[in-house]
């Protein structure tokens, strides 16, 4: 096969599909351009996600009539001008490719009034080709009209999800910009109707707006410098983590990027309180000198290098860690706990629904553990036999322990982890078999949820349903939990569908129930089992030890730590130096 040159056109839509890959990348390409352009008010408006309609409107600097033909052209910028200037870009777009790109597969018209200027101009543009500018009316500033994305490209337009998902895709677009520029106001509409309103505040009351109270109250304020860097922003505390990484914001420079390297480092930063299966939540701000970071490295700008990257990473994980430090209370001595209630103060155990887990033991089973019963008889010989090989609940410890008599010894097990590896199996089974039995909520449980999770609910319908959820969507921000996998039926309806949305959202309904479904089924376990300071009653527990008895890899649970111990009378008689 020879070589040929590719005409200008399909090298155009080429370069489009590395810059533009649906209407939220359009979207966030132009709002770079107004914030660089000085814009201290910008007004977003949507039609059907974006695919048929993306408007930026601002009253930033405005174009003149004499660069308009260029706004449009391919590698023509205001930002830089020289290799000097691309080694050290302080502005959010700089290589000129954008609107080109946008130009060449979709109709834009460009309408902009320069500061100074009488009136302003507007250039029409349609797959590439370009219109002479004429006269039009608008306020300083510059409006940018993005109509049919994809209409020349019918192959690439085929390949958008539906309205509900490129409208939430561009939602979060939105909210990324917003988080990183909290001076500017901005606004969004979609279909006629808004959904943003977000006035100039300061940058802690526009993360509240956008994350909501419930992170603020539970975040810590950053701000540490040295050496010319400066990380600053809200880091959430270990109790407000994640099943998702869904509320993970790092900026350089006021840039959204997806960093490996900034990512280990918070990682590493949470790694000592923080489950690995969890995911925490930040809003991180990272400021250094431009000269100090590449920003050309990946078409859509996401991505960053550091000129010196493990100075960046340790700086990072120090900063972070030692907030996280100072948040910590260390436990109080023994001696320092009161060993009886204070006075006034009833202590009031908490309750708990059941477990849902089967009583496989009667009160006779349970007392032939023992000798000298109620009447005072020992129990026969062939009884004390059957004794199981976890043996019989005789208590609970601080609400997270279940502490166990048999043969050996004592046996101590942590009962979250364990009704965690049952549950986890239970899922397993009913999956593969393709039999998820089902609860249905007398109540539906509702909840406000993320475009994206209200546009996942929507799509993916059969996926949730063939995991044993029915979650409704109710209202564009409000999805209703209708039942959930009967193995889950105690516990957080919320949690547990959240998890399930994030799951199939990031790695597709196919992945999430393939070679995802371990991963997924874990995170569900988890948060279907028995928490921590949840009061259980002996059957329960002896019905606990039951199934683990039943469930293969018992032993440990889904992250790889231990549900039980064994303690033997031996090793608790050289405890006490018994027969020394």
Known sequence: MSIRV???????????????????????????????????RVAVDLAQGGTR???????????????????????????????????????????????ASIASVARVQLTSRARGENHAWRLRTEGGDVMAPEPAALAEGTSVEVADLYFNTPARRKFLKTDATEYAHCDDAFRRIALAHPAVHLSLTHNGRAQSNLLATSPERRIVALLGEDFRAAALAVDERAGGLRLSGLAALPAYSRGSRDAQFVYVNGRFVRDKLLGHAVREAY??????????????????????????????????????????????????????????????????????PIPGRPFR?????????????????????????????????????????????????????????????????????????????????????????TQPLLVPVTFPAERLEVATAEEQAEALRQLG???????????????????????????????????????????????????????LAC?????????????EMNALLREMEATERADQCNHGRPTWFQVTLDELDRMFMRGQ
């Open 6 to 40: 590719l005409p200008d056109l399909l090298i155009s839509q080429i370069a489009a599909g590395e810059v533009i890959e649906r209407p939220a990348s359009a979207l966030k390409e132009l709002l770079e351009n107004s914030l660089d352009a000085g814009a201290t």
């Open 53 to 99: 309609l993306i408007r930026v409107s601002d009253n930033g600097c405005g174009i003149p009539e004499t660069d308009l033909a260029l706004a449009v052209a391919r590698h023509a910028t205001s930002k830089i001008s020289d290799l000097g200037d691309l080694a050290r870009v302080g502005t959010l777009g700089f290589r000129g490719e954008a609107l």
């Open 271 to 340: 790694r000592d309180v923080l489950h690995g299966d969890r995911h925490p939540a930040y809003v991180l701000f990272l400021e250094l000198d431009t000269a100090l970071v590449d920003v050309n490295v990946h078409p859509t700008k996401i991505e960053v290098r550091f000129r010196e990257p493990q100075a960046v990473h340790q700086f990072v994980f120090h900063a972070l860690e030692r907030a996280l430090a100072a948040s910590r209370v260390p436990p109080a001595r023994v001696q320092d706990r009161p060993a009886t």
């Open 349 to 437: 155990p908490p309750t708990q629904e059941g477990l849902g887990l089967a009583v496989a033991q009667s009160a006779a089973a349970y007392g032939a553990l023992f000798t000298g019963a109620a009447n005072g008889v020992n129990e026969p010989a062939e009884q004390t036999r059957e004794i199981p090989p976890l043996g019989f609940a005789l208590a609970q410890l601080q609400g997270i322990y279940i502490l166990a008599q048999n043969r050996r010894g004592l046996v101590v097990v942590d009962m979250h982890a364990a009704h965690e590896r049952v549950v986890y199996e239970k899922l397993k089974a009913a999956l593969d078999a393709r039999v998820m039995p």
């Open 469 to 523: 959820f029915e979650i409704a969507v109710l209202s564009p921000t409000t999805l209703g939990v209708r039942s959930l996998p009967a193995l889950l039926a105690n516990g957080d309806a919320v949690a547990l569908a959240r998890a399930a949305l994030a799951d199939i959202r990031e790695f597709g309904a196919s992945q999430a129930l393939t070679s995802r479904r371990n991963e997924l089924l874990a995170t």
């Open 527 to 539: 948060h279907g089992a028995v928490r921590a300071n949840r009061v259980l009653t002996l059957p």
